[in-house]
C-alpha cells in the first residue's frame, strides 16, 4: 500500500472513532435531560416505603414506591350466606410475586379466578421490576421485608402468599421472616434450593448474572441508542435481584420452614427441573407436591388448573392450626423407558451427577477433537435438563477456540480477527438453533427407541453443520462445492464407484478366494503390488541410471535418521548428484500411496522443513517440470505368459488417463481463498487446496495471473483426471514394452498389470513414444484412473472397472497354471487381504 493512501486511511479510522465518541456522549446527554415518565397518572396504586440497605436496615430519606395491581374480593348478598353475618370471617387475601424478568400483570389471567373464589388478590411490582422503582438491595430477604410493609399499608394481619419462579425466594423467606402473618405459602414452578438452580454452584451462577449485568446493563451503554434502549435499570434491575440473592440461604431455612406448603410444578418445565422440585418436597417437612402435565408458565398457559389446586389449598389453610397435607400427587408420571430413551436418560443422569466444573472440562476437551458432535450432544443434554446451559456454552466457546488454534485444518482456521471472533461464537447460535432440533431428537427416542435416537441426533448434527455454512459467504459456497460432489461420481466414495468389482469379488472368494490374484506381477515384489513397495527398488528394476533417453526419473533414497543427518544427507544428494537435477526437486515418502506426502522442493529450508516433518525414509526425485502428467495403465498379453515360444510384444496399453493439475486466474480483486470457493470445481475439494496452499490465502494475485494449487497428478489431491484414450498408439506401446522388457531383464521374473505415472512436455512426443519421465509405476491394485473424467457416465465407468479386474485374473490364473508366479502364503496373505480389498471398495 502506498503512503498516501496509508495515511488517508488512517484519518478515515481516527474520523470514525471520534465520530463514535461524539455519538455516546450525545447519547448520554440526551438521556440525562430527558424527563422520566410521570406514574403519579396510572391507574395502578402505589405505595411509599422506606427503603432497605444491602445489610436489610431502613434508610430513613430513602424511598422506595411498589406498584401493585389489587383484585378485591367480590362481595356476597347476605341472603346467600348460611350463618349470621356477624360470624362470617372473609377468606384470607392473596399475594401473587412474579419472576424475573416479569411484574404483576403477569398474573391477570389467574387472579381474577382466585377472586371468583371470594379472596382479595394482590400482585405487586417488585423492587427493580415493571413500574417499581429500583431498590438498593432486591434480595429474596429484602424483598420479603418489602412485601411485609406492603401488607402493613394493605392493613394485612395474614395473607397466603403464591410465589411464581424466582418469586418462589421471597415467599420462601416470608414464611422464615414472618410465619405469624403467612398463612401458606405456593412454590408454584419455582426456584429453591441452589443445588438445584442451574450448575447448582452459587460461584457459577453469579458469574451468569455478572455476565448479564454487563450485557445487558454496560453493554448497551456504550452503543448511541439516545434511550430507544432503555435505562440501565428498565434492562438488569431483574438481574440485580439474582446478583443479591443468596439461593444457598434458601437451602438453609427450607427445612425449618413450618408454613403449609403447596409445590405445584410442571413436569415438562424447561427452566426449573422437575426433580427440583421433587428434591424441594423432600426438603420441607410441611409440603405437598403436586406434579402436573404442564410447563413452567402454568399462571398463562394452565391458569384454570393451577386456580383449583390454589383455591382448594387456600381453603383448607385459611384457619392456623390445620395439620398440613406432604403426599406427592403425581398427575405426570415419568413413562418407563425402553431402548434408546432408556440408554439417552441413563446418560443423562450419569451426566447430571458430575460436578459442573468437570462437565466444563469434559466439554471443553469434547469440542476440541470432535467439535460438532459435541455442539450435538451439549444441546441434547441442556434440553433434558442435565447441563446447566451456560456451562454447555462456555465449555463449546473454550474447546471451540482450542479446536480453531490446535486442531482446525486450513479450511476451518480463520485468517482474520473477524472471522476468529465469527468462528468462535458460531456455537451460541449452533447450540440455541441445536436445542430446538434436539427436543424433537429426545422425542424420537421415546417413540421409536434408538433408531429414532440416531435419526434424531443425525438430523441435529446436519441442522448445526448446515447452520454454520448457510449463514456465510464461505459457507454457501461449500454447499455448492458438496453438491457438485454428490451429483459427479468422480468424488463419490469408492464403495459406490467399485460397486460391480465389489460384485465381482464375492463371486470370485466364493469360487477361488482372492488370494490367488496376488500371483501377477512376480518380478515387481512379493505380492505383486498390494503394499509396501519401495519405489527406489522399482525405479532400479525400470532402469534408473541405465536408460540412454531418460525416461525413468533419477531417485535417491534418504534413510531414516535424525532430522539434522537426513537434512544433510538430502542437500549433499541435491548438490553431488547432478542426475538429480538441483533445485526445484520432489520428496515423497519411499512407500506410500495416494500423493500422501510429496512435496515440491524449492530451498534450503523446504528440505530442512521436510525431514523435521517426516520421520519416515523418503526419496528425491529429479523433477519433470511437465506441465503434462499422465497415468498409463499397461497389461500384459495373457498368451505372453502361457506360450514360451510367444514373439509377439509383451502387452497393451488399456487406458491412459490425463491429469489436469488445479489451476486459476487472479482477478487483481480478491483472495487465493476467495477465488477457490468461487472456482465451479475447486470449491468441491477446498479443505486439499486450503491446506496446500495454507501459507498464501490471503495473497492477492494479479489480474490474469496464473495460479497453481497443487503438484501431485492425483485424484485425491485435487487432479482432474480425463480420458486419453487418443493418445494410445502403436509407438507409445512400443516404447512402454520395451520399457517393462527390460524391467523384466532386470528384476529376473515379469512384471504383468500396472499403472505408470508419468510426465510430458508434449502431449505430441508422448503419442510418439518420447520426450516422457516416469514418475512411478504401480502394482496390482493400480486402477484405470480414467474412470473419473466427469464427462463419463457412471456405467462407462464400470465397464472400465469390470475390463481391468476380469484381465487382472486371466494373468494370475495364466501365472499359476505355468507356475512362473505363486500367491503368497497364508500368513502373509492375512496381514495384506485387507489391503487388497480396500483397493476394491
Known amino acids: ?127 427493580g421490576s415493571g413500574m417499581s422503582d429500583w431498590a438498593l438491595d ?120 413450618e408454613t403449609p406448603t403447596l409445590i405445584l410444578h410442571g413436569r415438562d418445565d424447561p427452566l426449573v427441573a422437575a426433580s427440583g422440585a421433587e428434591k424441594h418436597h423432600e426438603m420441607m417437612p410441611t409440603s405437598r407436591l403436586v406434579m402436573l402435565d404442564a410447563s413452567h408458565f402454568m399462571p398463562f398457559m394452565q391458569a384454570q388448573e393451577t386456580a383449583g389446586y390454589l383455591n382448594e389449598f387456600f381453603d383448607r389453610h385459611d384457619s392456623p392450626g390445620v395439620e398440613p397435607q406432604t403426599d406427592y400427587l403425581n398427575l405426570a408420571p415419568v413413562p418407563t423407558r425402553h431402548g434408546g430413551d432408556a440408554l439417552l436418560h441413563w446418560i443423562g443422569s450419569l451426566v447430571k451427577s458430575i460436578p459442573w466444573w468437570l462437565q466444563l472440562i469434559g466439554l471443553v476437551v469434547l469440542t476440541r477433537y470432535l467439535p460438532h458432535v459435541t455442539i450435538v450432544l451439549a444441546a441434547i443434554m441442556v434440553v433434558m435438563m442435565r447441563i446447566d446451559l451456560a456451562v454447555a456454552i462456555l465449555g463449546l466457546l473454550i474447546g471451540r477456540t482450542w479446536w480453531l488454534v490446535r486442531g482446525a485444518n486450513a479450511l476451518e482456521r480463520p485468517l482474520s480477527a473477524w472471522r476468529w471472533v465469527r468462528g468462535i461464537l458460531f456455537v451460541v447460535p449452533a447450540m440455541l438453533v441445536g436445542m430446538i432440533v434436539a427436543g424433537w431428537a429426545v422425542g424420537l427416542s421415546e417413540r421409536v427407541g434408538v433408531v429414532g435416537l440416531a435419526l434424531g441426533c443425525v438430523m441435529t448434527l446436519v441442522v448445526v ?60 515384489s512379493y505380492d505383486g503390488g498390494v503394499q509396501g513397495e519401495s519405489k527406489i527398488d522399482l525405479n532400479t528394476k525400470l532402469g534408473d541410471s541405465d536408460d540412454p533417453e531418460e525416461s525413468v526419473l533419477h531417485c535417491m533414497l534418504i534413510d531414516k535418521s535424525t532430522a539434522d543427518a537426513r537434512t544433510q544427507a538430502a542437500l549433499r544428494a541435491i548438490q553431488d548428484d547432478a542426475e538429480l537435477g538441483g533445485f526445484p526437486i520432489i520428496a ?112 492477492v494475485p494479479d489480474k490474469g495471473q496464473k495460479v ?74 493400480s486402477e484405470p484412473t480414467n474412470l473419473y473424467d466427469p464427462k463419463r457416465s457412471l456405467f462407462w465407468a464400470w465397464r472400465v472397472l469390470l475390463g481391468h479386474w476380469t484381465q487382472l485374473e486371466r494373468l494370475a490364473e495364466a501365472r499359476i497354471a505355468t507356475k512362473t508366479g505363486e500367491p503368497v502364503d497364508d500368513r502373509t496373505w492375512d496381514r495384506i487381504r485387507n489391503a487388497l480389498i480396500r483397493s476394491m471398495i
Open 1 to 127: 500500500m502506498t503512503e498516501p493512501k496509508s495515511r488517508h486511511l488512517k484519518f478515515l479510522w481516527i474520523g470514525a472513532l471520534a465520530a463514535y465518541v461524539l455519538l455516546v456522549i450525545s447519547s448520554h446527554l440526551v438521556q440525562r435531560s430527558s424527563t422520566p415518565p410521570d406514574l403519579s397518572d396510572s391507574d395502578r396504586p402505589s405505595v411509599t416505603l422506606d427503603a432497605l440497605d444491602e445489610h436489610r436496615h431502613d434508610v430513613f430519606g430513602n424511598t422506595v414506591n411498589i406498584y401493585y395491581d389489587q383484585y378485591w374480593r367480590p362481595s356476597l348478598p347476605i341472603d346467600t350466606l348460611e350463618f349470621s353475618s356477624d360470624d362470617f370471617t372473609p377468606p384470607l387475601p392473596v399475594l401473587l410475586l412474579h419472576g424475573s424478568p416479569g411484574n404483576g400483570a403477569n398474573f391477570q389471567t389467574l387472579a381474577p379466578m382466585i377472586q371468583q373464589s371470594g379472596r382479595t388478590v394482590i400482585a405487586p411490582d417488585l423492587p
Open 138 to 257: 432486591m434480595s429474596y430477604v429484602s424483598q420479603a421485608r418489602y412485601m411485609s410493609k406492603l401488607m402493613d399499608h394493605l392493613n394485612f394481619d395474614r395473607v397466603h402468599v403464591v410465589g411464581w419462579s424466582s418469586g418462589g425466594g421471597v415467599a420462601l423467606e416470608m414464611a422464615h421472616q414472618f410465619p405469624h402473618r403467612v398463612a401458606s405459602i405456593t412454590l408454584l414452578a419455582s426456584i429453591g434450593a441452589q443445588e438445584t438452580e442451574g450448575s447448582g454452584s452459587y460461584f457459577f451462577e453469579h458469574v451468569k448474572y455478572a455476565v448479564g449485568l454487563a450485557g445487558l446493563g454496560v453493554g448497551p451503554e456504550l452503543i448511541p441508542h439516545f434511550g430507544f434502549l432503555g435505562t440501565y435499570r428498565e434492562r438488569a434491575g431483574w438481574l440485580k435481584a439474582f446478583w443479591d440473592s443468596d439461593q444457598r440461604e434458601l437451602t438453609r431455612i427450607m427445612p425449618s420452614i
Open 465 to 524: 453443520h448446515g447452520l454454520r455454512l448457510i449463514i456465510t459467504w464461505s459457507g454457501r459456497q461449500r454447499i455448492k462445492g458438496w453438491f457438485r460432489r454428490a451429483t459427479n461420481h468422480e468424488y463419490w466414495p469408492r464403495v459406490i464407484i467399485y460397486l460391480p468389482v465389489l460384485w465381482w469379488g464375492v463371486k470370485r472368494m466364493i469360487r477361488r478366494g482372492l488370494q490367488p490374484l496376488t500371483a501377477v506381477n512376480p518380478g515387481y
Open 588 to 699: 515423497k515418502p519411499d512407500e506410500g500411496e495416494q500423493g500422501r506426502g510429496v512435496k515440491l522442493l524449492k530451498t534450503i529450508d523446504d528440505v530442512r522443513g521436510y525431514c523435521e516433518s517426516s520421520g519416515e525414509p523418503f526419496v528425491l526425485q529429479k523433477f519433470h517440470p511437465g506441465p503434462h502428467e499422465l497415468g498409463v495403465l499397461w497389461m500384459r498379453h495373457e498368451e505372453a505368459i502361457r506360450n514360451p515360444d510367444y514373439d509377439g510384444p509383451s502387452g497393451y496399453i488399456y487406458a491412459i488417463t490425463i491429469k489436469h493439475f488445479p489451476t486459476l486466474r487472479g482477478d487483481g480483486k480478491h483472495t487465493l481463498r476467495k477465488l477457490i470457493l468461487s472456482h465451479k470445481r475447486h470449491r468441491a475439494q477446498p479443505s486439499v487446496f486450503f491446506e496446500h496452499n495454507k501459507t498464501r490465502l490471503n495473497w
Open 708 to 781: 497453481r494449487l497443487g503438484i501431485a497428478g492425483n485424484h485425491a489431491q485435487g487432479a482432474k483426471f480425463t480420458d486419453g484414450e487418443h493418445l494410445i498408439t502403436p509407438e507409445l506401446t512400443d516404447r512402454i514394452n520395451q520399457i517393462i522388457d527390460g524391467f523384466d531383464q532386470r528384476a529376473g521374473s515379469g512384471f504383468d498389470i500396472g499403472r505408470f505415472d508419468l510426465r510430458c512436455a508434449s502431449l505430441d512426443e508422448l503419442a510418439q513414444g518420447r520426450g516422457f519421465g516416469i514418475v512411478e509405476l504401480n502394482g496390482l491394485t
